[in-house]
């Protein structure tokens, strides 16, 4: 995955609204500590917008649980990845499987849960996203998936101009992060011809 600084994201943000700065160590410490708090906020937007190639996973996970409690996956389960938004489940493994056929599905509190059924197999296929980081100002080398990296610049300076007053021009950079994200992702789907995953949804199981 390529990745950049979450200091130079700062730094261009900080830039990119008049601040005369040629180093991270140029702006206030106060300042670095309040743009890092936005940071972690539009990050997070910005990772969930869309689902990212780089950003998702498909891993088997173990299905735990029995007839009395029910069946279900942990978000967090030892030694695996800890799970953010789950996209599917399937029965077949997407890596060797043309259409992997899905299964039926709720989410309850920081579970998946499946109806009570013989035939669910005891461990299944999660497309599911990671979760995002959190930064802190102590670790300004920290990285940013660089696909996200200049949206999230983008609205950074969006907030540094409407602390300051200036809406119009924060919300031109809002617009302009919007437009960044809708051609990041776009370059997927129509420049590297990466459609959603073809699936083929079975009853229950």
């Known amino acids: 995955m390529r990745t950049v600084t979450l200091q130079s994201i700062l730094l ?11 180093t ?31 950003l998702m996973r ?11 409690t029910g069946y279900f996956i942990p978000s967090e389960q030892v030694g695996q990845t800890a799970m953010g938004e789950v996209f599917a489940v399937y029965r077949d493994n997407p890596a060797t499987h043309v259409a992997p056929r899905e299964i039926g599905y709720t989410l309850l509190g920081d579970n998946i849960r499946f109806p009570e059924d013989t035939d669910l197999p005891t461990s299944v296929y999660v497309r599911y996203r990671i979760r995002p980081d959190t930064y802190t100002a102590s670790n300004l080398t920290a990285t940013v998936p660089a696909v996200i990296a200049k949206a999230v610049g983008l609205m950074l300076s969006a907030d540094l101009l409407t602390e300051d ?8 950079m809002e ?30 199981y």
């Open 12 to 22: 261009r943000a900080w830039q990119r609204v008049g601040n005369d700065a040629s």
């Open 24 to 54: 991270i160590s140029n702006i206030p410490s106060g300042a670095q500590t309040m743009l890092v708090a936005a940071a972690n906020d539009r990050i997070a937007d910005c990772w969930e917008w869309a689902d990212w190639p780089e």
């Open 58 to 68: 498909v891993e088997s996970r173990t299905v735990e649980g029995n007839d009395t």
């Open 165 to 172: 007053g200036q809406l119009d021009k924060a919300l031109a």
């Open 175 to 204: 617009q302009m992060a919007e437009a960044d994200l809708i051609s990041q992702r776009d370059k997927y789907y129509f420049q590297q011809g990466q459609p959603s995953m073809w699936t083929a949804r079975i009853n229950q």
